[in-house]
């Protein structure tokens, strides 16, 4: 079975992100690229997180053309080919319904830079326009409002994630999360937040910070 090692990685983020509270049932989609060969390992369509192995997920080449599985990739995969497509350093793409940070997305609101995790994102998590869901302009509104960073909100729909391998992307992801959790919960409290800036961020990168 082509790539089984990455596939059992796909398998696992997914539970990950479903103990979370990130996914549920079968909402959002995984995918990773192997840096040697170029192909893709992806969520099926429709694909129940709780009842996958890693003869379910799909191996597909950069164009989408499936390779090894049956069924049919994640509806969203042009964004993940996308995400591919503009940065060749990103290996790892998660999509996630997180809540909190969807709430963000629909109250027009980027999620500010609250919390230490955000060195993740560089800072606050943009938001881009809605678009419709498994379209390649979701994918290209989605990257260009990400610019250089990892993630983006999609408005209305969720969070687009991405990092050189699955547990950076999964990291980002749920960092994402916390930070729409804790803005929320302080602005209930002060409407004046303490924001972290460049400067911190740079701090923590240079000193390696870690926990």
């Excluded at 840096?35 to 009842?51: A, C, F, N, Q, T």
């Excluded at 379910?56 to 090894?68: F, N, S, W």
């Excluded at 809605?130 to 250089?148: D, F, I, V, W």
Aim: glycine share 10%; aromatic share 4%.
């Amino acid at each position: 079975m082509l790539l089984n090692e990455l596939r059992e990685q796909v398998v696992d983020a997914g539970l990950r992100l479903l103990e979370g509270h990130l996914v549920y049932l079968s909402a959002g989609n995984i995918s990773a690229r192997d840096p040697e060969s170029g192909l893709i390992v992806v969520k099926p369509s429709g694909g129940d997180y709780r009842r996958l192995s890693a003869r379910d997920i799909l191996v597909i080449d950069q164009h989408g053309k499936v390779i090894e599985g049956q069924g049919h990739p994640s509806s969203e995969t042009p964004m993940h080919l996308t995400a591919y497509r503009c940065r060749s350093e990103i290996h790892a793409v998660i999509h996630t319904h997180s809540p909190v940070a969807t709430a963000w997305s629909v109250a027009e609101k980027e999620i500010p830079a609250v919390v230490v995790g955000q060195v993740l994102t560089n800072g606050a998590v943009p938001i881009a326009p809605y678009c419709q869901p498994g379209t390649e302009q979701l994918g290209q509104s989605a990257l260009e409002k990400m610019g250089s960073g990892n993630a983006v909100l999609l408005q209305n729909h969720g969070v687009l994630a991405v990092g050189p391998n699955l547990e950076m992307a999964l990291a980002v992801a749920f960092v994402v999360e916390e930070a729409a959790m804790v803005a929320s919960h302080a602005t209930l409290l002060n409407m004046r937040l303490h924001l972290l800036g460049d400067h911190e961020f740079k701090e923590m990168l240079g000193g390696g910070t870690k926990g």
